[in-house]
């Protein structure tokens, strides 16, 4: 596949307007699925989480989860929506093999929550938030469907020798919020987006409704992208570019789109209205289905199901669950922690604000948090491009290594090692610790006889010790830790040359 | 105890009670007359049966009287064998719902319905032939052949659920379960001299019942008397949190609704007579024998009064409009991918999903379904729903005012179940409209989700066959359905000297044509 033609994105603003709009989808943690008792365990055996409500055997019939009523109403509330007095589900018919039934049980034009709005803070110029308003649409339910596996050398449909299906995913529950058309965002317009996305995801990390991990495909964002020309206050036509799985893509992705679109335009030619795939490992987009005849889904009330209608009590009940606005919540931890705009810019960008605060929860120090989660963590999580929440570490786990610093027991330099245990599943950090033999040796026996080596193999260094130049005994410290594999307890060491060298 | 096969499920249930006989008894002797005038459709047998169980019922049997052996039968009916159409899900027995597309399909799981059978103890004799789909009103469109009429075996035994109502009348079963989306079970039960029962919408579970039009679908009883129906419907009514549409309160006392009815009083009952059933278009033996289930009920106590309905006249149209769209949705599952049958297309090397799916659809569903399909589809496609589906829901919500209005004025409502009595086979069959009229007067009940149940009204003059006369009550009132119907069947009973049903033609053994 080549990359369009493309205007270089300064150049982009010169003539056109962009407008935005963003599809995220976020599948729910609830225990079991939307319409059925299955558990939604990810990662699973591939068709072991299924009955026949889900596999849409003939016969079998959906009832609600309750539950995902529930997250559905809290999440709508947190986006500051109305939420509907009484809704349907409804029948969107399509084909898809990863579809059991043909037809995916969703809502259409009855929405549990609608007319929201998320104000996003969108970092200048000057590296300083500017609050930017997202107006969403809707907020609705729906199942997500399963997962095809095409087997074959180009791992793609086509050229495909068969296709396997699993089932566990089908009827998952899933939220899709549907943003209005974001205008005005203007060369800030990919900041936005990814903002957006990175804002709705920390929301959803605090309503605890969802694992929220877009590597494993628990948030998905569909990006929407027209250019209008300059000034002319219309909508272009818009293409949707579908499941991009990270923030960093979905920031690139408009770019790129905002680029090819106005390479199009400009010479003279029509976007097409179409769905396009996002390529992680090039960074650009391709043509996928064309969706010129508008597609007919032939939408229709599910019979099925009776109505949801959540009562105003039920409702106003959720309302006092809602956590701390995720902004505000910032504003209130970085002056608690006392970090430097730049060190909280930095903590959010890693999406490390959680774990330093749970890890700070557990008795350590904000700056030696923030040192582990920003410094050691944050380079292991790039190393595996994940990140740092998705990392097998615990904020616990973390403050444990701390105090284990604290306590003199280990140093930094044995921490990073501690860590390589953790990641590699070794157990608890002194689990670790022990069973890496990675404690700092503080013991006279062990300690003396590895000083006298290092007297004995640099006689020079011992005779300035011995004239007075106490600052030369860092060399025999040095000589010490090399032997001790850097776990000897270095005052101590200090403590035993001066005694024996005076 | 002989002739087990001519007595109704109540005093088989006595007699099981008694120790006077054996659900084993009861069931090979059914199982007996099934060998011997089923057949097939082929050689004219009445064909009532797609699949017969007889090993697993006779199981069922055994462990039935055993239970009533060790002093703890499982319900009223235990041990008294059953006949369920072959749309519900069956654990481990086919299930084709009359169609192509699904032979040889054995789910993994039992209907809501089938599961109370089994727990109330009923063995299950098999499953019964319908319409394909159950889409149509003479079984004809049944892809293992048409059912036939034991009243006259050149007829249709109505639909869909033929299979069911003649397996009664043919003394095959003393019980059967149907379904009912437009009169399924009332019609057939009109033109076999047999009871059909459609219970208020959401009063039987519909779970692992293959969906036609989900809105108007509702299982029930099928049986040669009102108690017997009574019985069954305790049985396989109630709750169930499996289908959110199921009601979530108690059934009416219905045992007790047709033991009092039987009495034959029906004093300060008023019964209303819905003018826009009846008339043009109605065969005038079918109106002559409902004239005299009428004076009957005036007999018995009953105060009659005409109420008017005025938007049934768009029932038929509304409801051919709801159904085929809820039923496009519900047969795009059937795609050859997972389950039923796989048709590989001709000529075709290493052909893709879709020609597959086309090739599978087009040998596996019969005109029928293909003719309601495109209808369905045509009705919900962006542009025309407001014009087709959305005007039929208009039309729907009227029929349900019609019925308030008429429920003010009368307990329950009368008309003829169906317009005329059984057909010739393959006499409508080219006629789509002429065949669909059949429902005209069952469907508004679907379309309000009101109870209705069909009791046999004599024999028409002018040809001898079967009639029935409907009641129908407000929703949840199911319990009236049993006693003004109960009431009738006695008085009725009474004056033809004994069961209608005692006097159709015997049938020739194997099934063989006359």
């Known amino acids: 596949m080549t990359a369009d033609v493309l205007v270089p994105f300064e150049q982009v603003l010169e003539k056109f307007d962009p407008a935005l709009g963003l599809e995220v989808h976020v599948e729910l943690n609830t225990a079991s699925k939307m319409f059925c008792g299955c558990p939604t365990e990810f990662g699973a055996e591939p068709n072991t989480q299924v009955c026949p409500t889900c596999l849409g055997l003939p016969g079998a019939m959906p009832v609600v989860n309750v539950k995902a009523v529930e997250s559905a109403i809290r999440i709508g509330l947190a986006l500051n929506c109305d939420i509907a007095e009484w809704c349907r589900f409804a029948r969107k018919n399509y084909f898809y093999p990863d579809m059991p039934k043909n037809f995916q049980t969703s809502q259409y034009d009855e929405p549990i929550a609608f007319d929201g709005f998320m104000d996003v803070t969108v970092p200048n110029e000057a590296g300083e938030g500017e609050t930017f308003r997202v107006e969403i649409e809707r907020a609705h339910m729906e199942e997500d469907t399963g997962k095809s596996l095409h087997v074959g050398t180009s791992g793609r449909i086509h050229g495909a020798d068969y296709s396997l299906v699993d089932y566990n995913r089908a009827g998952i529950p899933l939220i899709e919020i549907v943003t209005k058309p974001i205008r005005g965002a203007g060369e800030r317009a990919p900041d936005v987006a990814r903002a957006y996305v990175a804002q709705l995801r920390d929301l959803i990390v605090a309503l605890g409704v969802s694992d929220a991990r877009m590597d494993q495909g628990s948030i998905r964002a569909d990006v929407n992208l027209s250019l209008a020309p300059k000034g002319s206050g219309t909508l272009g036509t818009r293409t949707e570019t579908k499941n991009v799985n990270s923030l960093r893509s979905v920031e690139r992705a408009v770019r790129y789109e905002m680029s090819r679109h106005a390479a199009v335009l400009e010479e003279g030619r029509t976007i097409l209205q179409e769905t396009r795939h996002w390529h992680e490992d090039t960074g650009i987009t391709t043509s996928g289905r064309e969706k010129s005849d508008a597609e007919d889904y032939r939408y229709f009330p599910e019979p099925d199901l009776v109505p949801v209608a959540p009562s105003r009590e039920w409702v106003q009940q959720l309302r006092g669950t809602l956590p701390e606005n995720p902004t505000a919540r910032r504003a209130r931890l970085q002056a608690e922690w006392g970090f430097s705009d730049l060190e909280m810019r930095d903590t959010v960008g890693a999406g490390a604000l959680s774990s330093i605060e749970q890890t700070i929860a557990a008795g350590i120090s904000p700056q030696a948090a923030r040192k582990w989660w920003l410094g050691e963590l944050a380079r292991r999580a790039n190393e595996q491009g994940v990140e740092v929440s998705a990392l097998s570490v615990t904020p616990l786990e973390v403050a444990r290594v701390q105090t284990l610093v604290d306590e003199g027991k280990i140093n930094d330099k044995l921490a990073r090692q501690v860590f390589d245990g953790l990641l590699a599943g070794e157990g608890t950090p002194d689990e670790v610790v022990e069973a890496r033999g990675l404690a700092i040796v503080s013991d006279d026996g062990a300690l003396g006889a590895a000083v006298d080596n290092a007297i004995a193999a640099n006689p020079d260094v011992a005779d300035k010790i011995r004239d007075g130049k106490v600052a030369a005994a860092g060399a025999l410290i040095g000589a010490v830790m090399k032997e001790m594999r850097g776990q000897a307890d270095a005052g101590r060491v200090r403590e035993l040359i001066l005694e024996k060298l005076s | ?514």
């Not at chain 2, 072959?86 to 054995?106: F, H, K, M, N, Q």
């Not at chain 2, 469907?443 to 003059?461: F, K, M, Q, R, T």
Request: hydrophobic share 40%; aromatic share 6%; net charge negative.
């Open chain 2, 1 to 514: 105890m002989s002739g087990l096969t001519r007595h109704t499920a109540a005093e088989l249930a006595d007699a099981l009670a008694a120790g006077e006989t054996t659900s084993v008894e009861i069931t090979r002797a059914h199982l007996d007359r099934i060998a011997e005038v089923d057949g097939t459709a082929a050689s004219g047998g009445v064909h009532a049966f797609l699949h017969v169980d007889a090993e697993g019922a006779l199981a069922q049997a055994r462990a039935a009287d055993e239970r009533r052996a060790a002093g703890s039968p499982a319900s009223a009916l235990d041990g008294v064998p059953i006949a369920v159409k072959d749309v519900l899900a069956t654990e481990g027995l086919p299930t084709t719902c009359g169609s192509r597309i699904l032979e040889g399909w054995i789910p993994p799981y039992d209907a809501t319905v089938v599961a109370r059978l089994r727990r109330a103890g009923l063995p299950i004799l098999g499953k019964t032939n319908m319409d394909e789909f159950a889409m149509g009103s003479s079984t004809e469109h049944s892809a293992y052949g048409p059912t036939r009429n034991p009243w006259d075996l050149d007829r249709i035994p109505g639909g869909s659920g033929g299979g069911s109502a003649a397996a009664v009348a043919a003394f095959e079963a003393p019980l059967a379960i149907g379904t009912d989306t437009g009169g399924s079970i009332r019609q057939p039960g009109a033109v076999t001299g047999t009871v059909g029962v459609k219970p208020t919408y959401g009063g039987v579970s519909r779970y692992g019942l293959v969906a036609l039009a989900n809105s108007l679908d509702q299982a029930g009883p099928v049986t040669r008397t009102v108690l017997d129906s009574a019985l069954l419907h305790e049985v396989i009514g109630g709750h169930d949190p499996l289908d959110s549409t199921s009601i979530d309160q108690p059934l009416p006392p219905l045992v007790d609704a047709a033991r009092r009815g039987a009495t034959g009083d029906l004093t300060g009952v008023r019964v209303g007579v819905v003018r826009e059933l009846g008339g043009e278009g109605y065969q005038p033996g079918v109106l002559s024998r409902f004239q005299e289930s009428v004076d009957l009920m005036v007999k018995a106590g009953a105060e009659v009064v005409e109420v008017s309905c005025p938007h049934f006249v768009h029932a038929l149209a509304a409801y051919y409009l709801i159904l085929p769209a809820e039923a496009s949705s519900n047969l795009a599952k059937f795609d050859a991918m997972r389950y039923g049958r796989r048709v590989l297309p001709d000529g075709a090397d290493n052909p893709s999903a879709e020609q597959v799916m086309r090739a599978s659809r087009d040998a596996g569903f019969g005109d029928e379904v293909k003719r309601r399909i495109i209808l369905g589809t045509y009705a919900l496609s962006s542009g025309y729903y407001d014009a087709y589906y959305g005007q039929a829901q208009k039309v729907r919500t009227l029929i349900s005012r019609d019925f308030a209005a008429a429920f003010e004025k009368a307990d329950v409502l009368v008309s003829p179940t169906a317009p005329t009595t059984a057909f010739k086979l393959g006499e409508k069959l080219d006629d789509p409209i002429a065949m669909y009229l059949n429902d005209l007067a069952t469907i508004p009940a679907n379309l309000a989700g009101v109870p209705g149940i069909s009791v046999p009204s004599g024999l028409a003059d002018e040809d001898g066959l079967p009639a029935g006369v409907q009641v129908l009550a407000p929703a949840l009132a199911d319990d009236r359905l049993y006693r003004v119907g109960a009431a009738l069947e006695a008085a009725l009973v009474d004056k033809w000297g004994g069961p209608l049903l005692d006097r159709a033609p015997a049938l020739a053994t194997n099934g063989a044509v006359r």
